[in-house]
């Protein structure tokens, strides 16, 4: 229809107030800084305004170690991020990371385009590298709970933890469903059952980034808000499924298996508006997940319709080769046609950014590639607002370690842990929940009073470590047991206690707590093939429970060789990796709430039963999944 003559002239006026308004400022009108304008012509109009170089630039995510202001507006760096362990500072605070992520920002804004950088960290279990955060269980923990709202709460805190310290992306979740216990990352599985992979998946990615607007459309980033992070579904595909749960090997199975067992959690991750996903070091019948353009390109991105951008995990394009960083260049170019769209190269960035850019220049690398790997890069920067609040919060401070976040560790602690023995044969009563009154009680094993036995891995550092010097804040198991008994109860604490003397005193004791487990551990270094309970861990448990009822506390990432000593013990609880809240054991373990946990993976009898899952022909378990005896909260005895 004709637009009527008083209509015409409003609209000129209205196109010459804001012509004169923007030459009045003395400013060009940029699209792509303007909010108000759609975020694909956002990103096309940025994308038109950038060189090559700086193209390959926000392709490039580097170590924090090497992110200097300098190597930032020299290469145009579009992320930064923090390997497991690399902090400012020992026990940094939240205003020293602050301070370093601001510097870095201000660096990137100050580049001919002011794209800024995104950091990312690997907060997998609260914000896991920072001295004084909030420890969470770990995934499997999580798992036991079946609990989806609780864990989109401990995402929820997460992200605030994360944002306190001004980091806005995180490396998690890691939605392996792990098959092989052998695995030294079983415990970043939520469990060996998809679909409660898929469930615990969708309530994380919205708990860190926010719940996803209705009719949003599928596979579009979505991040609502300064308090919310981009996440990162890991690691595709098929991690948790490699032969004898060997890290990084192979995973031999039907493409169909593949999209049946391992492949939905992405799907629900997607759905989600997952921001980006990282890609497996491991192989998928022999091809290089990495260099998988069927699974990357042709499934993820054009199949399940993924908007957001994949990254590689560190230096996996260096580690095509065996040894590492053998034809770089050819590997460069492998894995940027199979869709990778950035890389972790924390150390390697001069080489890996002159090789690309060559291979662009010379043909070797189709620009439009680029031009595809850059846009998911600006579209999840736009989404998350990136341009219009690139710099940390310092009033989100006081999120790091916040007590609301430590009652939700607490909680998941309580609902994590796993009742899988509560008295012998023939008991007139339970032993479990333990008396509050007893005149006295002994607290023995590795892990009664060991904070960082607790966390387990990814703690403060990448394999985390014993002992309690690891973190600030946090409650042992011993310290919680001191807290929940009468203050006429006696609690003798003996690490390892001497059969002999044990002999003698063994009358004197109520009952024993016997906590022993895993040493942390992460990724390869905790691949395991015989799964045995690390020594002195079992003679405790065969000295102390021969002689005084006792409960035992496996605190570990995955199921152990138990069945040889389950008939000494009264009690037996899988504790997994609770993470700093101690009370949530003492919670249950006196009766202040009941056990509700449930196994998220099968307890085999002997590793040679491995793999052994839910559902397969031959199934012969000392406790199979889903197993948990539940208990009503008590009164006190
Ligand atoms: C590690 C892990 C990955 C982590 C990344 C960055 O090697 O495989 O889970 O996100 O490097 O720390």
Request: charged share 20%; aromatic share 8%; net charge positive.
């Amino acid at each position: 229809m004709a637009r009527s003559p008083a209509a015409t002239a409003v609209a000129c006026l209205l196109v010459a107030a804001v012509f004169l308004t923007t030459a009045a400022a003395g400013a060009e009108y940029v699209k792509y800084k303007d909010p108000k304008q759609p975020i694909n012509e956002r990103v096309q109009d940025l994308l038109s305004r950038m060189t090559l170089e700086e193209k390959i630039g926000q392709m490039s995510q580097i170590e924090r170690a090497n992110a200097t202001t300098e190597v930032i507006e020299k290469y145009f760096i579009g992320s930064v991020l923090s390997g497991g362990g690399s902090v400012p500072a020992e026990k940094a605070t939240a205003s020293v990371w602050q301070k370093m992520i601001t510097a870095m920002q201000k660096a990137a804004l100050k580049t001919r385009l002011g794209i800024p950088i995104i950091y990312g960290i690997d907060a997998v279990h609260g914000n896991n590298n920072v001295y004084n955060a909030t420890i969470f269980p770990h995934n499997i923990g999580l798992g036991a709970t079946r609990d989806p709202t609780l864990v989109k709460r401990i995402g929820e805190a997460t992200a605030h933890e994360a944002r306190a310290t001004g980091i806005p992306y995180t490396f998690a979740p890691c939605v392996a469903v792990c098959r092989d216990p052998r695995w030294g990352r079983c415990y970043e599985s939520y469990s060996e059952d998809t679909r409660l992979v898929q469930l615990m998946t969708s309530n994380m990615v919205t708990g860190l980034q926010g719940d996803v607007p209705a009719n949003h459309p599928k596979g579009v980033p979505f991040v609502g808000g300064s308090k919310k992070v981009a996440g990162c579904a890991k690691h595709f595909v098929g991690d948790g499924g490699t032969q004898r749960g060997i890290n990084e090997n192979n995973t031999v199975l039907s493409f169909h298996d593949l999209m049946r067992i391992h492949m939905p959690p992405y799907d629900n991750a997607v759905i989600k508006g997952i921001s980006t996903v990282m890609i497996s070091y491991s192989s998928f019948n022999g091809v290089k997940m990495h260099e998988n353009k069927n699974l990357i390109t042709d499934t993820l991105k054009n199949k399940m319709n993924f908007r957001g951008f994949v990254i590689t995990d560190w230096q996996a394009v260096d580690r095509i080769t065996n040894p590492p960083h053998q034809h770089y260049y050819h590997s460069i170019q492998e894995t940027i046609h199979a869709g990778i769209d950035m890389v972790m190269i924390p150390y390697d960035y001069p080489e890996f950014v002159a090789d690309l850019v060559k291979q662009v220049k010379q043909g070797q690398i189709r620009l439009d590639r680029v031009n595809d790997a850059v846009s998911r890069i600006l579209r999840v920067k736009f989404t998350m607002g990136l341009f219009e609040d690139p710099l940390p919060d310092p009033r989100l401070h006081k999120e790091l370690g916040a007590q609301e976040h430590r009652a939700i560790a607490r909680e998941a602690v309580r609902k994590s842990l796993v009742l899988l023995k509560n008295g012998k044969k023939g008991d007139k009563q339970a032993m479990l929940p333990l008396s509050k009154k007893a005149k006295k009680i002994l607290v023995a094993g590795s892990h009664a009073h060991d904070l960082g036995n607790q966390c387990g891995g990814w703690t403060i550092k990448r394999q985390g470590e014993s002992g309690n010097n690891l973190t600030g804040v946090g409650t042992t198991i011993l310290e919680a047991i001191k807290k929940a008994v009468s203050k006429n109860t006696t609690v003798d604490f003996v690490e390892r206690p001497d059969k002999d003397d044990l002999a003698k005193s063994a009358g004197d004791y109520e009952y024993a707590v016997v906590a022993v487990g895993e040493p942390p551990y992460a990724e390869t270094a905790g691949d395991n093939q015989n799964l045995t309970i690390p020594a002195p861990g079992p003679e405790v448990i065969k000295d102390v429970c021969g002689l005084v009822k006792c409960v035992v506390l496996l605190v570990s990432g995955r199921p152990l060789v138990v069945q040889p000593y389950v008939d000494y013990m009264d009690a037996l609880v899988a504790a997994w990796l609770p993470g700093t809240e101690g009370q949530g054991v003492s919670d249950v373990l006196f009766g202040d709430y009941g056990f509700t946990g449930k196994l998220p993976r099968t307890w085999f009898k002997t590793v040679d039963q491995l793999p052994m899952n839910y559902g397969d022909k031959r199934y012969d378990p000392l406790f199979p999944f889903g197993y948990g005896i539940t208990t009503k909260a008590a009164g006190h005895k």
